[in-house]
């Protein structure tokens, strides 16, 4: 059973993923005869990382390295159209009935919910949950949400200070801020920087006056913005021009 994908859906929620490298789900399904490989067709499929191209891939690498090594396997792969809910998941039960391992190709909150859904299904990820982003450029995805529950882009312009300040600042520049630049990275645009000048185009500076009050970090997480880049994508695109 293979469900399109829905492109749109997948560019409005973009999770973005990379695939774990193939000894690691190897060693993940070691113990199993068979297996199934499950893609998901929304936000993976758009950052190709776990679509239905990829479980293809996956299932036929997995396969063929299985019988070089010895240990033959039996590896089949469906994509559904979203592992996150369960009418997308409940057509497959038969088949993930039928394994001894299931290798989700979704984000980890696919992975859970398939576990969650079949509690006797042994499931393990195949890929490694990133950050929620968007793609700048043809085989370039970077973080733009870092989901910290508490939301104030209506006080930055639409920038989110959160995921793209490297010290998460929400009265910011800090002083390593350099003509635009932030200290952590000669190609990182400074987030205070790109917010100021957002308010200041639509006349809106006498809002950074305001100081933010201190932020409730327990619904958060650490980190700066990150990227995630494919070369082979970006030299596809080149070569086409």
């Known amino acids: 059973m293979n ?9 409005m929620r973009m999770i973005i993923a990379e695939q774990k490298p193939l000894e690691e789900i190897k060693s993940l399904i070691a113990e199993a005869k068979t297996a199934l490989v499950v893609g998901c067709g929304t936000c993976v499929t758009v950052c190709f990382a776990g679509g239905e191209k990829e479980a293809g891939v996956l299932a036929t690498s997995l396969r063929m390295s299985s019988k070089l090594d010895g240990e033959a396997k039996d590896v089949d792969h469906v994509t559904v159209q979203r592992q996150c809910e369960w009418e997308y998941i409940d057509p497959i039960a038969d088949q993930l009935q039928d394994v001894d391992v299931v290798v989700s190709l979704g984000c980890g909150i696919g992975v859970q919910a398939l576990a969650e859904r ?11 949950t990133s950050f929620m982003g968007m793609p700048t450029e043809q085989g370039i995805w970077e973080e733009r949400c870092a989901a910290c529950g508490e939301c104030i882009l209506g006080l930055t312009g639409g920038i989110c200070p959160i995921a793209r300040c490297a010290k998460q600042l929400l009265n910011g520049p800090c002083g390593g801020s350099q003509n635009g630049v932030c200290e952590i990275d000669a190609e990182t645009a400074c987030a205070w920087q790109l917010i100021y000048d957002k308010l200041e185009s639509q006349n809106r500076v006498h809002m950074l006056m305001e100081v933010q009050p201190l932020k409730d970090w327990s619904t958060s997480r650490d980190g700066g913005p990150r990227k995630i880049t494919r070369d082979d994508l970006r030299l596809a695109a080149e070569e086409s021009e």
Request: charged share 10%; aromatic share 4%.
């Open 3 to 11: 469900i399109a994908a829905d492109s749109a859906l997948g560019e």
């Open 118 to 128: 079949f509690p006797t299904a042994v499931v393990v990820p195949g890929l490694n």
